[in-house]
């Protein structure tokens, strides 16, 4: 054994398997720190973390499997988790559980030990375990397992150190598993029979045992299989087994319960009584009938209000950096040609920094959204939500696809992977949108705060975001019905114990948002305010008016005047494609104006009411060009894009129309 | 699995908050069933309703685990209520 440690360098494959919020993921970021590789896997909307670590003379090359409950073949998360053990053989699957729910968690593990003996448990969240009461005896637990089971806390990075430790052991082939073997009560005759039917049978390197198994439980992936690589009489005599034991999952279901039970029995202690916790008396409140909802909004204005105060000053900060380094750089390259200097002074610079004076918002937004989840609230939020959720044919776990979607759509749309149902994920994905983002919000913040005096814009702020959920649940409603019918997907969701967030998990979650958001400047927007640049400064001499930008206008004036705008507001919102933030930029461009006189220049071109229909209209038009990018990607298809920037365009003028013929008809325009 | 349903079984939604019970039959779905067993809910399993306002989602109790449940996945598990004194039930 001593020999074997000293071996030259050798590659441990591992791969991290647990169930959703066990802290799996806080664990393989101490494991790998940010030597992380973040991706999709092949074909799927599944997301692939893979990672290394260095540990004498090992390396370690972690595989961070999707968190998953199970391992049949009802999601795209569980098919790729088991298909990972089964077809690419790990040297040492760990799996996470979460001690303080450590019956239900177990169930993974048992599964996993279906798959394979080279499993490492990490028991998590000790601490949690403790103040629920259970007293959890590691050594008896590993005993009775049959495999090394590690005590951890994760948060607290307590115990990594002892899992590596396993992981070496176990990977290295220095410590021999041997899983306490599981009993499938009446069903093992039929296993039996299925085993010997199997025999000799080319079952893609797949493990004859496994198989047997699933075909008892009605895998479909594995019916798949079957077809694949079985001769039809073989099949036909394996369905004709299949059909006498129609109980087959309910008595594989049972004897895991029961495997589970046995072990727990040795390794811990209850008590008899389940202690009123911390997590009781929170939920007492936020969960309560009356009290859920109201509790839920007051945080979330919170959470807004908090994030545009705190960023407001940052954000000024930025915009008046970007505008000096335009100004500096007018001057420092005087000697280079001048649509040149005029490129990066008028068009990169003031395009791309107004866009990055958003992420202080970004930023603070998502670091308190993180803050949420992270705690375990969110999972209420789910459940206080689901009853309206369900007036737009969705459930509660939507709800906070769509409350990302108030920082950002692009991060929206992709948070739609929790949904398990497809139905339900387009129709989270169609009306994401709906959302106003961060971006749109600024522009609308701006507009109101200079046309509306104090305790006004206030109200009027409150009715756009009161507006946008009503066109939400109003949408949703008639997609539900119209475009996607169907049986509503079922709303099952975990409720984890209430902790204090981690720094690091909330400093992880947070930087990858803004890494994805400033990708988006770098890229689509620098791209858009060269063109813009482009439109807005070419024929060569020509005043605004007849530039490519200004012909643009006023060709849209027809639909324009009926809102009340005039062709640079037309414009505005042409670029506001580009990024929802551009408009404003252009806005500052076409009417000559910077900071504060824009807002003199727009008091001098627009009535109140001509603004307000302007901001209804620039909150819903249609989605901005990262967010139909992203749509095409999560679905794989134009057609869902497509249909979102239709109905957008239509719902936003038709009620720009509608504001602004009211409004003028009642005097106030 | 044919649900036989016992005289005095009733649906999870009926019970009020505080109330345990023993799941007793699963409806409808092979895939839901899978599921539920994954959340921790097979037949045999004992539950305590958390919540249950009478609308909208519950919440149980199941293997020292809490699970939310939408109303209609909460009507379609049949349980059987027991008294706090005869948990052998």
């Known amino acids: 054994m001593e020999r074997e440690a000293k071996a030259p360098p050798k590659v441990i494959r591992v791969a991290l398997a647990g169930n959703p919020n066990v802290g799996k993921s806080t664990i393989f970021n101490i494991l790998t720190g940010l030597h992380q590789h973040v991706g999709n896997w092949p074909g799927k909307t599944v997301e692939r973390k893979e990672g290394a670590c260095r540990l004498e003379g090992y390396l370690l090359q972690c595989m961070d499997l999707p968190g998953t409950y199970s391992l049949t073949a009802h999601s795209a998360e569980e098919i790729v988790a088991r298909d990972y053990v089964l077809r690419e053989r790990p040297d040492v699957v760990v799996v996470i559980l979460d001690a303080s ?18 499993v490492v448990v990490g028991l998590n969240m000790m601490d949690l375990a403790g103040v629920k009461g259970y007293r959890i005896f590691p050594e008896k637990l590993e005993q009775a397992v049959g495999v090394p089971v590690v005590p951890m806390v994760a948060r607290k990075a307590q115990g990594c150190q002892a899992l590596l430790k396993a992981i070496i052991e176990v990977g290295t082939g220095q410590r021999t598993t041997s899983p306490r073997p599981i009993h499938y009560g009446a069903a093992e005759p039929t296993l039996a029979r299925l085993k010997e039917m199997l025999e000799g049978e080319q079952l893609e390197g797949l493990p004859a045992h496994w198989i047997a198994l699933k075909m008892l439980e009605g895998d479909e992936e594995v019916e798949r299989l079957e077809e694949r690589a079985l001769a039809r009489e073989t099949r036909e005599r394996i369905h004709a087994l299949l059909r006498q034991h129609e109980h087959g999952p309910a008595v594989v279901a049972d004897a895991r319960y029961a495997w589970i039970e046995e072990v727990l029995a040795e390794g811990m202690e209850r008590p008899a009584r389940s202690v009123i916790t911390f997590t009781d008396r929170i939920d007492h409140v936020v969960t309560h009938r009356f ?6 909004l007051g945080i979330f204005v919170c959470v807004f209000w908090l994030t545009f105060k705190v960023s407001a000053p940052l954000s000024h900060l930025m915009d008046a950096g970007f505008a000096r380094l335009s100004a500096w750089t007018a001057g420092a390259f005087a000697s280079y040609p001048s649509w040149f200097v005029s490129l990066l002074s008028d068009g990169v610079i003031p395009g791309v920094g107004g866009v990055l004076s958003f992420l202080p918002i970004i930023l603070i937004l998502f670091l308190f959204l993180g803050l949420l989840e992270d705690s375990g609230y969110m999972a209420r939020a789910a459940f206080v939500t689901d009853r309206i959720m369900h007036a737009m044919g969705l459930h509660g776990k939507a709800f906070l696809c769509l409350l990302v979607a108030y920082g950002c759509n692009v991060p929206g749309i992709m948070a739609t992977r929790i949904l398990e149902n497809e139905r339900d994920r387009l129709l989270a994905i169609l009306i994401n949108p709906l959302i106003p983002c961060a971006a749109r919000i600024a522009v609308a913040a701006f507009f109101v705060g200079a046309f509306f005096p104090s305790p006004q814009s206030t109200l ?34 975990e409720l984890p114990l209430y902790r204090a ?4 998990n909330l400093a992880v979650y947070t930087g990858w948002r803004l890494v994805a958001f400033l990708k988006k400047a770098a890229t689509v927007i620098l791209a858009a305010s060269v063109l813009i640049w482009v439109l807005s400064s070419f024929p060569a001499g020509a005043d605004l008016p007849d530039t490519y930008l200004g012909r643009l206008g006023f060709l849209l004036q027809p639909v324009g005047r009926l809102m009340g705008f005039d062709w640079r507001m037309s414009v505005a919102l042409l670029t506001g494609f ?3 933030e551009t408009s404003l930029a252009t806005l500052a461009v076409l009417y000559h104006a910077e900071g504060e006189s824009l807002v003199q220049t727009l008091h001098q071109s627009m009535t109140p009411l001509v603004a307000l229909v302007f901001v209804v209209v620039q909150l819903l038009y249609i989605p901005c060009l990262a967010t139909v990018a992203v749509m095409r990607s999560e679905t794989n298809s134009w057609k869902w894009p497509l249909v979102a920037m239709a109905y957008s365009l239509l719902l936003a003028g038709g009620l720009g129309l509608l504001i602004f013929q009211v409004g003028r008809a009642l005097g106030l325009g | 699995m044919a649900v036989v349903k016992k005289p005095d079984s009733m649906s999870l939604v009926s019970l009020a908050p505080g109330q ?14 899978m599921r539920l067993a994954a959340l921790g809910i097979i037949p045999g399993t004992l539950i305590t309703v958390l919540r249950n306002a009478g609308a909208g989602p519950v919440i149980v109790e199941a293997r020292g685990g809490r699970l939310a449940l939408g109303r209609g996945q909460a009507a379609r598990i049949e349980v059987q209520p027991i008294s ?5 039930g």
């Open chain 1, 101 to 118: 729910n450590i019956e239900r968690n177990c169930y993974l593990l048992v599964q996993m030990l279906e798959l394979t003996d080279r």
């Open chain 1, 291 to 296: 009290l859920g909802l109201p509790i839920l």
């Open chain 1, 460 to 493: 009027v702020m409150g009715s756009l975001y009161a507006l946008s959920l009503l066109m939400v649940v109003f949408v949703g409603f008639v997609l539900r019905r119209v475009v996607l019918p169907g049986e509503e997907a079922p709303f099952m969701m």
């Open chain 1, 501 to 504: 967030p981690n720094a690091r």
């Open chain 1, 578 to 580: 580009a990024a929802k």
């Open chain 2, 20 to 33: 345990r019970a023993r799941v007793e039959a699963i409806c409808c779905g092979h895939g839901f069933r």
């Open chain 2, 84 to 88: 706090s004194e005869g948990e052998g």
